[in-house]
């Protein structure tokens, strides 16, 4: 089992920036890749970056250049600096570990951007 807990999210004014963390626990080593994901009220949830094991990050075009997917997998940490919030980025931010065998999901943290 792997075991997700997310931090760093809050209420921030239009323009603002947060720095959110993800501390994986248990079975880390099994861990190939991590993301962040998010889901606003009443959307469906969507990918918003990973980083793979071997460095590789990739992003959803809609946040590309604000948002910077970083981690250290010796750590188990994985984090997501957000800079120039909107509005539109509120919502619930997960983190996701991948493995072979499943996926893990953390419970989230709340990000509110007020315009």
């Known amino acids: 089992q792997v075991q997700l807990v997310e931090s760093g999210g809050g209420l921030v004014p239009a323009g603002g920036s947060l720095r959110l963390s993800c501390a994986a626990s248990?079975?880390?080593?099994?861990?190939?890749?991590m993301g962040w994901y998010r889901q606003a009220p009443e959307k469906e949830r969507e990918t918003v970056a990973q980083?793979?094991?071997?460095?590789?990050?990739n992003y959803t075009d809609s946040v590309q250049g604000r948002f910077t997917i970083s981690g250290d997998f010796a750590t188990k940490m994985v984090y997501l600096q957000i800079d120039s919030l909107q509005p539109e980025d509120t919502a619930v931010y997960y983190c996701?570990?991948?493995?072979?065998?499943?996926?893990?999901w953390g419970q989230g943290t709340q990000v509110t951007v007020s315009s």
């Open positions: 996701k570990a991948i493995t072979p065998w499943r996926d893990y």
């Open positions: 248990g079975r880390t080593r099994s861990i190939t890749a």
């Open positions: 980083i793979l094991i071997n460095g590789r990050t």
